[in-house]
């Protein structure tokens, strides 16, 4: 993806495109907002489960709010992290990470050899807290499958407080009109939409079949759900 300096970006998955009143229900999203040196990503959100194991509750951080609110110095001392939630955003191209939410937040799992988890599963991931560049997320992780879940419901936001990157690792919905449609690799398709003065970026992983997204989606105004996810280029995450 390449990101105009000074613009800001974001990421989405599992989205519904709402088009010429009907719903067409697609899996793993992306974008990007009018500033694009900052690049935020986005992907589904599912509940928090409740119980876990001792391996949980042995661990220093437990939740993904924990994690979150540590400091740079914290964050950068590897505290042990066990934590249960259910995977949100998985790419192909992203060598195992993921985003997982729990009751507290969403956080970005960090790169694992393990076959990708898929949206909807709940895992237990151990690992260790990294400062990151915008936000402290799970690094060396290792995770398990427990269960499945359904995602919950997006939290509809302003496009100026999506562009902030404050709601970082959540899922949330925000609407806007296909500018641009094309093709990318591995059978992707990249969106261009605008919402008043701003732009954003929008990667489509799957699609309906039979679908044509030139005809279906170009200067549709559509409704896109998903978790957010901010890229380092962004300063460091301030909770509000």
Known sequence: MILVPGTAAARIANIVLAMAGRS?????????????????????????????????IAAELQSAGQILTLSLEEASKAHDVAIRGVV???????????????????????????PDPKPGDVVEVVGKSHPGAFAPFISLPRWEKVSSAPLPVAKPIAMER??????????????????????EAMGQWRLI?????????VVVS????????MVAWMAASVRVRGVLAVDYQLQRRGLA
């Open 24 to 56: 067409v229900n697609d899996s793993h999203m992306s974008g990007i907002s009018r500033h694009p040196t900052p690049w935020l990503a986005v992907a589904l959100a599912a509940v928090w489960l409740t119980g876990g194991t001792a391996r949980l």
């Open 88 to 114: 949100t955003y998985t790419d192909p191209t992203w060598s195992g990470q993921f985003f997982l939410q729990d009751a507290t937040g969403g956080v970005f799992v960090g790169v694992s050899d393990q």
């Open 162 to 183: 999506f562009a902030s990157g404050i709601d970082d690792g959540l899922r949330v919905e925000v609407a806007g009109r296909v500018r641009h449609v094309r093709a």
């Open 193 to 201: 939409l605008a919402n008043g003065g701003q732009r954003f970026e």
């Open 206 to 213: 799957s699609i309906t079949p039979g679908l044509d997204p």
